[in-house]
């Protein structure tokens, strides 16, 4: 497993070529493909990373809803 934060939006043209902190990557999102081809090990089936999506999504969607509810 190998931990990494991509940065999308303007921001990500500031991100350098090979930025770690503290062992995790930063990567601009429009080098996100070219890192990911990069990887090396096994592959990550389709329907393991379909969960990990919905889980993010449904984690993303609540975080929303209470960071909102607190406004």
């Known amino acids: 497993m190998k931990p ?4 999308w939006g303007p921001a990500q043209h ?3 070529d090979d930025f770690k902190v503290d062992g995790i990557e930063f990567v601009g999102g429009r080098r996100l493909l070219a ?3 990069n990887l090396s090990g096994e592959r990550v089936d389709k329907l393991a990373a ?3 999506l919905e ?3 449904t984690f993303r969607s609540h975080s929303w809803a209470a960071s909102s509810a607190r406004k």
């Open 14 to 16: 500031k991100v350098p």
């Open 55 to 57: 889980r993010l999504k």
């Open 4 to 7: 990494v934060v991509v940065i």
């Open 50 to 52: 379909k969960d990990a």
């Open 35 to 37: 890192w990911l081809q």
